[in-house]
């Protein structure tokens, strides 16, 4: 029997990497298919913190661990990779991006070269932020929290192992603590859950207990099988119990989860029951070690790295998602290029001669990739690479702000959300509502001024309609503080003499279906849920729980005198306004020949349920003035987007400036 601590060479952890990598692959690329594959980067978490463990407790019993070693090695096995890419996307992305989109790119690029790519995207992550897809750098927000930990677990490990205290002691209550954070955090701050490294560190804690736990038995790596041959029953069950875990959640689980949340436990635990049964057991020799996953597990890490940016920059020069045979294709290309990657650059840097010299030359050219990333961040995108003046004003209708001008100022209130009103008297008319009530204000408040009337716009909050005692619940909790930012709003109009006239709208659709339209928002918003202040959440449809908010909130602004206006809302694109820029530098869109536009079928489909339940409401109150802005962009056949190379939407859904101009403009007559 062998009992050698040494932790040998265990195919079938290159057979775990392989199912964990072709399993984000197959959910970026054919979602459908596996629409759990996500949990492929929890898999990864686990193994990674398995073998890193394994390695510092082995050099450590040996006298033998070095800082320096530990982490020119860590430079050795991730930098060449990553440098490539790196800068291939630095590349293309001059000749395919336009401005703000190389810009951001410069900024990804940048703090990847730092890892600390997690923390950016999640200082972004928001309802105005781009879609997911189109961040060709998004997948390594996981390589962050990786190398997070690979800063203070070493060193815990090592002190611990020089006080006498056991790492599997220290590890066990930064996990459950990590844990607890994790679990408590999901339902109000999921962005903050999934991208901080203080909610994610459970998962490569877990991998690493299990390291310790092999290690204080002398059981490490390619031995545990045997060693433990008298747990016959259980090296052959927990495997298979183990893959059961991670087929299920490839299959079964979905982005409507609550993840990581204690979702999560499912493919750490099936991940752990793997590790810890050794290749012993006949799943791990006879499957997870055949031949062909071996491999894919030897190229998994370039495989990651490529796949993303290749999909992702064919989903921006498409203009949406790619059709399945693009995407097989860009699979196939992303195998390619991983493969030559792994030969060319990882094997030869990673081993062999002059070692001290290549991880010298690779911190430096990690440099070189961050400053270049930050100099075009800083360049904004070098917007001197294309002179298309067109272009340039289609890239300012992106730019949605609203600047103080003219008397006008905004705030921006915790309790009750921005406020927009003149610097002289209280406005006489105010709009209400979520992100949409700001993009239609923009346009009609110096409208309202040339009729010497004052508007104001109270608690616009992304995300929030305009009801009372209504919570709105999403991935990310109550975050945006709905029920303050709407019912106090509304309260402080009721209360306000001064108020005679309000203009409702919102983004209603949204709300009552509880999700996005379009493959556009399909990872934007997972399910959204209303309930009313101290009602238990589900408790009734979004549908039931919308129309009595707004048959109450009407009520009360008539019983406090008021004259109400109620706006239909804009339809929804459900696809990338980008898709409809009258040029760029590389481009692979399909809608050039088309309208830039929604068929007026699929708005109606999408808006039928939600217009039928409000025009009965509103059918009941009869003072209550109705104005229809889809009116201003439909047609019997489409619903514009753009018009003359004016772009009406900033993203998929809310007005630019001169959409909202074009649109009030139209409608004027009506107000």
Known sequence: ??????????????????????????????????????????VFFVISGFLITALILEGLQQQGFSFSAFYASRVRRLFPSLIVVLLACQVFGWFALLSDEYEA?????????????????????????????????????????????????????WLGFRQGIRPMKIGAIILLASLTLNLILIEEAAPATFFLPV?????LLSGGLMACWLHSRTRIGASTGASLGQHVLMLQLAPVLG????MAGVFFFDQDLSFPGAWATVPVLGTCALLVAG?????????????????????????????????????????????????????????????????????????GRHLRLKTWALVGLMLVSGSLGMATFLQDGFPSRIANQEVEAQLADLKFDLPDSSGWYCTDNSHDGPRCHSTGPEPAVVVIGDSHALTIYSALRERFKAKDQIIGLYGASDGCPPLLNVVIQDQGGDARNCLKKGSQAIQRIIADASVKEVILTSRGPLYTTGKGFGDIESEQFGRWVLHFEGEEKGARSNQQVFAEGLSKTLDALLAAGKKVTYLHDVPELGFDIRSCFSFRPLSLASKGSGPCAVSRKDFELRTESYREMVNRILAQRPHIKVIDLADALCDETWCLG?????????????????????????LWDRF
Do not use: C
Not at 12 to 17: A, P, Q, S, Y
Not at 199 to 203: A, G, K, Y
Not at 331 to 351: D, H, K, N, Q, S
């Open 279 to 351: 290749q012993g057991a006949w799943v791990n020799r006879s499957l997870l070690s055949h031949p062909l996953l071996v491999w894919t597990g030897l190229i998994s890490f370039p495989l990651y790295l490529w796949h993303w940016p290749l999909l992702s920059f064919a989903r921006i020069l498409e203009g949406g998602k790619p059709d399945v045979s693009i995407r097989a294709g860009l699979v196939g290309l992303a195998f390619a290029m991983a493969v030559l990657t792994f030969y060319l650059v990882e094997r030869p840097i990673r081993f």
């Open 199 to 203: 909610t994610r560190m459970w998962e």
């Open 642 to 666: 753009a018009k003359e190379g004016a772009l009406f939407y900033i993203d998929d859904d809310h007005l630019s400036h001169r959409g909202a101009e074009y649109v009030v403009s139209r």
């Open 105 to 157: 790119l410069g900024k990804h690029i940048a703090a990847s070269a730092l890892f600390v790519p997690n923390l950016v995207f999640w200082s972004e992550s928001g309802y105005f932020d781009y879609a997911a897809d189109a961040k060709p750098l998004l997948h390594l927000w996981s390589l962050g929290i990786e190398e997070q930990f690979y800063l203070f677990w070493p060193v815990l490990v």
């Open 1 to 42: 029997m062998i009992t050698s601590t040494k932790p040998g060479y265990r195919p079938d952890i290159d057979g775990l990497r392989a199912l964990a990598v072709l399993s984000v692959i197959g959910f970026h690329a054919f979602p459908s298919w596996a629409p759990g594959g996500f949990i492929g980067v929890d």
């Open 243 to 246: 893959l059961a875990l991670l």
